[in-house]
């Protein structure tokens, strides 16, 4: 383990009850200011994805989009450091839905004090209001709900949402598209509605859920309940069942082996494993090569919807960098 991944260790529990001090925040933002690498083209970044917590930024020239916000202030500004980028350039916040491994409520002093802007389908609103903090937010402009509609976080980048199974209350997908590519994001769903396949054929980049392994989630000490939501139709999505979605995806681009990369997301610590998670995907030797597994406790490299070809790379599956 490289000594950047262990000094995150002590970072996942650090700031997930008590907002940390603005001034600390943007005392360790300030260093890379004048520094931040700029970029036109689209590009992600996943700064941490679990049961633990989710996060993922885009960037796009100067700015910043966070989705999800899974992981305290301190936490998320420290990966954003190591990723070469700031809190002070984060702009909008989308969120897939408002569980606590998306969506920390310690966050609300932050969004307000940096003016970032929080989008959240409106089948959530009554769930939002109950967060402390919330009316403030909503008072200061800085809450927009959406519904179908594709709405731009930033000029020059449109967002699509679509809905997706889970739980009650249902997630949020997002196909992301500005001038130079466009990618689909999907976690959290129960399973791969036709509507995903749709959208996302044809995207550059994939990040999608790959939860959890059948066997080993039947043969957990979990609750019997716990295994039924969670294999249902409305829970997560196994290996098996995102191999399958992206497979199905490659069949439908009439240009050949798309996406360039494939971000697998929200892997389960208990009831899954990097090694099957490998044997799974090296089914297709030509999906493989482009799949990282991104990590609980560490981010991945930036990915750009275009302009790094896969077969720049050794071959093998990535799993963090």
Known sequence: MSAGAESQLGLFTQDMAEPFPEVVLRSV???????????????????????????????????????????????????????????DAVRALCLTHLDRDHFRPNWIPTLIGWRIKVYLHRWHAEEWAQIPGSDEMRKAGLLETFSDESFEPIPGLAVSP????HDTKGTSGFHIASSSGSLGYAT????????????????????????????MQLHSNRPLFLKRRIMGQAGHLSNQQCYEAVRELVRRCPRGVTPRHIVLLHRSQQCNCPEIVKQVFAQDERVAARVTLSEQRRRTRWFTVAGDSPSSRSGQMHLTY
Not at 54 to 65: G, K, P, T
Not at 69 to 76: I, R, V
Not at 192 to 207: C, I, K, M, N, Q
């Open 29 to 87: 933002s300030k260093s890379l200011t004048q520094t931040r690498p700029r970029d036109t083209r689209l590009s992600l970044c996943v700064l941490g994805s679990g049961s633990g917590g989710n996060s993922a930024v885009l960037r796009m020239e100067d700015q910043l989009i966070l989705i999800d916000a899974g992981f305290g202030p301190l936490t998320t500004t420290r990966r954003l450091i190591q990723a070469k980028v700031s809190l």
């Open 162 to 165: 679509i809905r997706l199974a």
């Open 188 to 215: 959290d769903l129960g399973h791969v509605p036709g509507e995903l396949l749709e959208r996302f054929t044809g995207v550059d980049l994939l990040a999608i859920e790959s939860n959890y392994d059948p066997p």
